[in-house]
Structure formats: C-alpha cells, structure tokens
C-alpha cells in the first residue's frame, strides 16, 4: 500500500471500509453533498491492520478523515468537524444557537455513555462502581435515549441533524443484532432515519465494495 498520510492542500479524504463505524462517516459526508476523496480498506484482507494504514491511526480503526493536513479520527469528533466544516448543509446548530448545546451533548453521549456500555453488555461485563462507571448502568443510560426519542421526531425535536446520522445508523446496526431493547420508539426514530435518500445510497455502494471484498478474500483462500 502507498503513503496514505499525503493529501492535497483542501482536499478531503475518507478512510473507510464497508460494514464498520466509518459507514456513518460516509453517509454524514454524502448528507452534506461533501466533496471528498474515498480511500477503502479492505479488512478482509487486514489493510487497516499494515503499516500504511497505522501511520494514519496507529489503533488500526476507521472512520478517519484528513483535511488541509489535519488528521481527525474518532468517530465523534469527526462527526462534530465535518458538519461544522459544511455549515451550509444545516446539520449542525451554530454557536450560539440554544440548541448547540444539546446537539453536541447527544453526540458527546454516544461515544462516552452508549457504546462503553453495550459493548459491556454485549461482552456480559458488569459495569464499573458508579463512582467510576462512565455510564452508571445500562437500564439508565439507555432510558435517557428512549425518552429523547419517545420526544422525537429527531434527537433536536423537530430538527434533523449531524447527530441523527450518527445515532440512526448505530441503532438499526444494534437493533439488527438485538444489542439494545427493540423498543418502538427506537424502532419508528431507526425507520425515520435511515429512511432517507442518502442513508440508502450509501448502502448501496457499500453493498458491492462488501461483495467485492468477499470476493478478493475467496480468491485469496483458493489461491493459498
């Protein structure tokens, strides 16, 4: 694999591998009729796992994003920079705006609260002491997300944003293999969300990149 830590002054690029955290990333970009440059791992074939790939993130995860030299990973983060850095899109609330606050809290909440403690649930872990637990327990943690959505429509009342790709995305992926309860509120928000047009296109270019590295896999096998 070439150098993958040169990008042009002002482009933007993508590192991203079908069926992992970065398809929210690419959905985001596409909500925001982004320009970017795609850089597709194939995990199948453990890219993000060679040198190249951890001189960009040295964890070996994707989303990660470059732009003007900067490098951004964690999902959250980047969901924050790139709806900031397209404010036209109207993804995200302006400083200032009274619903910044929330909107940067929900998105906060998703990475600090919600996934330590699935992934805890998942793996059959109990939480930390609540003193320490970055989440307390999960019947808490997760009863805050179903009232902002029993509220709904969207996670900001009445106004799609930025922190709606991130979380419609991650629910259906949690609710598909039955992660969080199938409550329906959390079912109907998962239906309104991914529902639209670009959440769709993405996935239909993420089914053949999926299919493509399947394929590349296979014929690994057979020729080794």
């Known amino acids: 694999m070439a150098d993958l830590t040169t990008t042009p002054r002002g482009n933007l690029v993508l590192f991203h591998s079908p069926n992992s955290r970065s398809v929210g990333t690419r959905i985001l970009l ?25 001189a960009v993130n040295p964890l070996g995860k994707v989303p990660a994003i470059l732009h003007d030299g900067a490098l951004v990973t964690e ?21 200032g705006d009274p619903l910044r606050g929330p909107y940067l809290r929900w998105i906060a909440y998703y990475g600090s609260c919600f996934e330590p403690a699935v992934v805890d649930r998942a793996m059959k872990r109990d939480p930390a002491p609540a003193a320490t637990s970055p989440y307390g ?44 309860p199938e409550l329906p509120e959390v079912t109907d928000y998962v239906a309104r969300v991914c529902s639209r047009p670009a959440f769709a296109r993405i996935a239909a270019k993420d089914a053949e990149l999926a299919a493509a590295h399947e394929a590349a896999a296979a014929a690994e096998a057979r020729a080794s």
């Not at 440059?37 to 951890?54: F, T």
């Not at 959250?76 to 993804?91: R, S, T």
């Open 30 to 54: 596409e909500e925001l009729g982004a320009p970017h440059e795609l850089r597709v791992l194939n995990m199948k074939a453990g890219e993000q796992r060679k040198a190249p790939y951890l």
């Open 75 to 95: 999902q959250v983060a980047i969901v924050i920079y790139l709806a900031d850095l397209f404010p036209e899109a109207g993804l995200t609330p302006a400083i």
């Open 137 to 180: 327990d999960f019947d808490t943690m997760f009863g805050v997300v179903a009232e902002a959505l029993r509220k709904g429509p969207y996670l900001l009342d009445d106004r799609f944003s930025a922190a709606d790709v991130l979380w419609g995305k991650a629910l259906e992926w949690m609710v598909q293999f039955k992660l969080v």
